[in-house]
């Protein structure tokens, strides 16, 4: 007899490794800092630049250090206009044009012509969108400043991604958690709480253990007393940020 066929089981990364290439963090002494963040991920489909930081030579010198070849790069998703997420972008777009570049549809006009002046692929986020089969943006979250959030299927649970996290890193996971099913195991990047009191930081800190969030990675503007609060509530689940800082799936037990 035979067997109807199954349902298509949502995809889900075995592997999955995240470089951070650019930030004011430091991490491994042979690489330069300058303001601002990037992180290469590889392990999904496509090879994803996520932000540019804000200088591309610096950019481009710190991927090199690193061994990984720009020209390798599938697609850019640029977390919001910032210069310190964006300022690297021509630099990368001069050694490899032959991405796709998704940014905000809020970004100025002026900013997608010098895209597609490289004869690169822009693609204009607005609502959740799926990159390839295991990565997505969150799609534009925020009203004043706008921002999109890069949310990783893995077998471990969802990885996400966040740029400075200008609406808030608890109101970016809290979009997460309404729009993905499953673990949230890692949340990193920017938490944007340079300048917040600690009864802000706590706040963020109570809903990302609500939620569920297993592991930290907070660097680039999430401010030295937010990194010691993240340390002192997630302890060893509290992972190094800074440039030259890589984390793959293997590592979050
Ligand atoms: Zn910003
Ligand atoms: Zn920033």
Known sequence: ???APRPAETPALANLTIEIVHDNCPFDGRLRTAWG????????????????????????E??????????????VVLSHVHADHTGGLVGFLKVNPSVEVFLLESFPARFKETVRAYGT??????????????????GRVGRRIHEQTLVVRTV???????GCAHPGADR???QVRALH??????????FHLGWATDSRIERVIRTFKRLGVQYVAPTHCT?????????????DRCLAGGVGKTIALADLK
């Open 37 to 60: 963040f990037a992180a290469v991920v590889t392990g999904p489909e496509k090879a994803i630049l996520f932000d540019t930081g804000s200088d591309g030579t610096l950019l481009l």
């Open 62 to 75: 710190n991927m090199a250090s690193m061994e990984i070849d720009p020209r390798r790069i599938d697609s």
């Open 172 to 174: 970016i996971v809290e």
């Open 181 to 190: 099913e499953g673990d949230i195991v890692l949340v990193m990047g920017g």
């Open 1 to 3: 007899m035979e067997h």
């Open 223 to 235: 401010g030295e007393k937010a990194q010691n609060l993240f340390l002192k509530h997630f302890g």
């Open 121 to 138: 692929g822009v693609v204009e986020v607005e609502l959740p969108t799926t990159i390839c089969p295991c990565v997505h943006s969150t």
């Open 156 to 162: 471990r649970g969802l990885v996400v991604l966040t």
